[in-house]
């Protein structure tokens, strides 16, 4: 028969365990209700099992674009992913659609969908260059950022390019008027060179500048307070590389990397062990600074191997941590990262779904992650 003392300290252990967790919060500090329960709720839920993503999953999929209630990723399971990615890409530039063809109107109430679904939004954003707005990201220019903060033109430009951002995550709301809370993540794969923030045009420092410009703006000078904001990185070699660019503890709510499957023949395949190695130094990383990791994008382009679900996208990522690992998007026959029904790798595909910690909506809708945190 325990004492009232053995009870009284397990209920105190219960109560401190708990006060941890509830304590977890973004990094703004004027962050919306919902956004602060959705940090506290990514930390907790992340210990039950990995959420599910897509980009551009209610948008289109192969043989089909903006079809109401249509995904491929449904189409085979049955049920939706529980993230959806979305990019920002040539908002900047007043364009009515993103780099990828999607309607700023539709992504937005697509956004709203997977919201009232319980799903989460993470936005990307692909910008072009505000030193010269006819280059995109892709054409790589070195001393992009050292120049931006001398060229009063072309800082303001960047301004006004935030206040659209900012104009469009304040627009993102729920039926009750509420404003979405989603991930945010800028600047990525920054241990690349393909963009023009990449690490061989522009040190560490600049890299970093442009990164607290960017969120001190955008909850300081715009009050967009319903972002958790992502750190996302490509392949890395240690956890000094992945480091070596982080802006603080203070602008990061989330981290994460991108990494695709790109097996080359008559090469020994790593890939797995590679991103496993990864993922265990991104979650000594969450850990340390208390942070959310996730894999913020990873796929092999058409999913030629059959069993690629249960032999190499399991294997990295379970028992990992990690809140959410996101697919990318199914945008053509000859260029998609899911499954659509018929394809290959669709059975093996329904393997990994039924694996009780991958999670999907159903399972996270449940969850209620805009909701408090209630003591079980």
Request: hydrophobic share 35%; net charge neutral.
């Amino acid at each position: 028969m325990p004492t009232i003392k053995t009870i009284l300290s397990c209920f105190l252990i219960l109560l401190l365990l708990h006060g941890a967790c509830a304590q977890v919060k973004p990094v703004n500090p004027k962050a919306t209700p919902e956004t602060r329960n959705l940090c506290t709720n990514l930390h907790r839920l992340a210990k039950k099992g990995v959420m599910f993503g897509h980009q551009d999953d209610l948008a289109y999929g192969v043989g089909w674009a903006y079809e109401a209630g249509r995904s491929d990723v449904k189409a085979v399971t049955g049920e939706y992913p529980a993230v959806f990615g979305w990019d920002l890409g040539e908002l900047e530039m007043g364009q009515q659609a993103n780099l990828d063809g999607v309607p700023f109107d539709k992504m937005r109430a697509m956004a709203q969908q997977a919201y009232a679904m319980g799903g989460l939004n993470t936005f990307s954003w692909h910008l072009h260059n505000p030193l010269e707005p006819t280059k995109t990201s892709w054409d790589k220019e070195d001393t992009t950022i050292k120049q931006l903060f001398s060229d009063k033109k072309a800082l303001a430009r960047y301004k006004s390019w935030l206040a659209t951002v900012a104009t469009f995550m304040k627009s993102l709301k729920g039926p009750e008027g509420e404003l979405i809370p989603v991930v945010f993540r800028p600047f990525h794969e920054h241990t690349g060179s393909w963009f023009w923030w990449g690490r061989d045009h522009c040190t560490p420092d600049e890299y970093i500048k442009l990164w607290r410009f960017t969120v001190d703006y955008l909850r300081k000078e715009a009050n967009v307070n319903n972002l958790l904001i992502a750190y996302s990185t490509d392949r890395f070699n240690s956890k000094e590389d992945y480091l070596e660019r982080y802006p603080g503890d203070d602008y990061v709510d989330l981290v994460g990397f991108d990494i695709y499957h790109r097996p080359r023949a008559g090469t020994a395949d790593t890939f797995v062990p590679d991103t496993r190695r990864m993922v265990e130094t991104l979650r000594e990383i969450g850990q340390e600074r208390n942070k959310v990791w996730a894999i913020t994008e990873t796929g092999l382009e058409m999913i030629p191997d059959e069993n690629w679900w249960t032999d190499t996208l399991l294997p990295i990522v379970k028992d990992s941590g990690l809140s959410y690992v996101l697919l990318w998007r199914n945008g053509r026959p000859d260029h998609y990262y899911t499954p659509y029904p018929g394809q290959t790798s669709a059975r093996n595909f329904m393997e990994l779904y039924r694996q009780p910690d991958i999670l999907f909506i159903n399972e996270v809708a449940k969850e209620q992650i805009y909701k408090p945190l209630k003591l079980k």
